[in-house]
């Protein structure tokens, strides 16, 4: 499975950023049987746009063919744009990124439904 996580650094031991679309940064692992094989960063270009970020940003994690995504927060355009990508949502949890894998692989991440539910208001 292919996990995107918004990041506030550059590897698994970053701190989990509180939004999508104007993160600095994606991480995106690798997991296998709840264990992380590889991971890579990916720099959010699309933070810096005026407008838009959000479905920007689904189309960065989305060309790097992401199974799930774990974020702080978000908006219904980058919801509805991640959702055309088929791409499961989940609510982060404050810490790092290895954190949140973790919580994911053990059922214990509250998947997003909706563009007004968890995700949508931040982080727990």
Known sequence: MKI???S???DLDSE???VFGRCQNFVI???EDGEISDSKYLENSA???SSGAGPAAAQLVGDE???KLISGGMGPKAFSALEQWDIEVYEGVEGTLKKNIEKLS???LEKVESPTGPAHKGMK
């Open 65 to 67: 063919g992401v199974d």
């Open 29 to 31: 692992a690798e997991v």
């Open 106 to 108: 053990s059922g214990k």
């Open 47 to 49: 933070g810096n746009q």
């Open 4 to 6: 995107a996580l918004t």
């Open 8 to 10: 506030k650094g550059e």
């Open 16 to 18: 989990m950023s509180s």
